[in-house]
């Protein structure tokens, strides 16, 4: 089987990210507390839930935020293969739920984010701009 791989994502927000401090510092607008971490499996023949996932390594991912990135994750396969469809071929994989692990914002350091102020305003904006966008489509 090829490698399992981890993301995190907030609870009420599908867009996944690299690290759980990633996760944290998205959530700040919608003042989530939780959390997840979502362990992925490729190419699902059936999975509790389902997500895309870029195809890069993951020195060139972390170079990007996460709306950049694109990687989301979906509650049953016909969301997810019509995410997949709508994205350059070759660009992104689809991955499987395998498990979920629930983290409270205490757990992961709300101060250890490892960004600056800056980075956590831009990734704001980033986030809020694609909420407005995904309104006007």
């Known amino acids: 089987m090829a490698e399992e791989k981890t993301r995190y994502h907030i609870r009420v927000k599908p ?74 071929p070759g660009m992104f994989r689809l991955y499987g739920v395998k498990e979920f692990h629930s983290l409270k914002r205490e757990e992961v350091g709300a101060d250890a984010t490892g960004l600056s102020a800056d980075d956590v305003l831009r990734q704001l904006s980033e986030f809020e701009e694609q909420d407005r966008k995904r309104d006007r489509d």
């Open 15 to 88: 867009i996944l990210c690299l690290t759980a401090e990633e996760a944290i510092a998205g959530g700040v607008s919608v003042d989530e507390e939780t959390v997840e971490a979502v362990v992925l499996f490729p190419n699902p023949v059936t999975a509790d839930g389902y997500a895309v996932l870029r195809t890069e390594p993951e020195d060139v991912l972390a170079a990007l935020t996460a709306s950049q990135r694109g990687e989301r994750i979906f509650p049953n396969r016909r969301q997810a293969m019509e995410y997949l469809r709508s994205q350059d």
